[in-house]
């Protein structure tokens, strides 16, 4: 288990590398985020096959977030909350339960709130179909807890509206640069936020994704934000 002060009351969370996170919620239900666990260069062999998801949740098209998508919902049958296009596309896939919103809706799936928030990048799968818009999303879990998972996206000035409407507990950023926002832009995203956690993500997957927790720290503090715990996770740890 990583060092953290951070207070979820029973919200579990495991990293499976670059954007995939499972999360065990306080009643039991198994949370997928962006599922790319078999060809994810840096997913635990042991964690690579997921047996049981009661929801899934899918931030845009790229391979690196839908890629186990549509094998794992055909296998644990979740209910999969995407943007409309994108779960429209999993859906010609095979994929059963899709509910498809879009950005400032939330959907009540058995207890779990998820709000689909705005995010700043491109979307679109392997195959050319287009996917929609590229998204993030804030989940509220039933014990009142929220998390903010950002997607792929570069910082942007609403974000200050995610932090004003759900003060979500933990954020998870990604941080890896050239493809994401870096180490300092994520800085002023937690600024904007009003985040006190910050768990970062999408980094360290390829050479290519050079941002480092420890520069999100030094950012952080170049800001004046040092009360903000950055929780630097392994692939495979859990918190
Ligand atoms: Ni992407
Ligand atoms: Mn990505």
Redesign the pocket.
């Known amino acids: 288990m990583a060092e953290h002060k951070m207070q979820m009351n029973g919200v579990q969370i495991t990293w499976l590398g670059?954007?995939t996170f499972k999360i065990t919620t306080p009643q039991g239900k198994i949370i997928l985020i962006d599922p790319w666990t078999k060809t994810n260069p840096v997913c635990p062999e042991e964690l690579k096959q997921v047996d049981k998801v009661d929801l899934m949740l899918v931030s845009h098209g790229?391979f690196?977030?839908v890629a186990d998508a549509v094998e794992i919902a055909k296998a644990t049958k979740p209910t999969v909350v995407a943007i409309v296009e994108l779960a429209g596309w999993l859906k010609s896939k095979g994929v059963e339960n899709t509910v498809g919103i879009n950005k400032g809706g939330t959907v009540d799936i058995n207890g779990i709130k998820v709000t689909m928030t705005h995010a700043i990048h491109t979307s679109g799968t392997e195959d050319g179909s287009y996917a929609g818009d590229a998204a993030g999303f804030v989940i509220e879990f039933e014990n009142g807890r929220k998390l903010y998972h950002a997607g792929?996206t570069c910082a942007f000035s609403d974000m200050a509206i995610i932090g004003e409407l759900h003060r979500p507990d933990v954020a998870l950023l990604?941080i890896g640069d050239f493809?994401?926002m870096a180490p300092k832009e994520a800085a002023i995203a937690v600024r904007m936020l009003g985040v006190k956690h910050v768990i970062p993500m999408?980094y360290g997957t390829f050479p290519i994704l050079t941002g480092t927790p420890e520069a999100l720290r030094e950012s952080l503090q170049t800001l004046g934000l040092n009360e903000v715990e950055v929780i630097a996770m392994k692939p495979g740890e859990t918190v």
């Open positions: 670059h954007a790229h690196d977030h792929d990604p493809y994401t999408h």
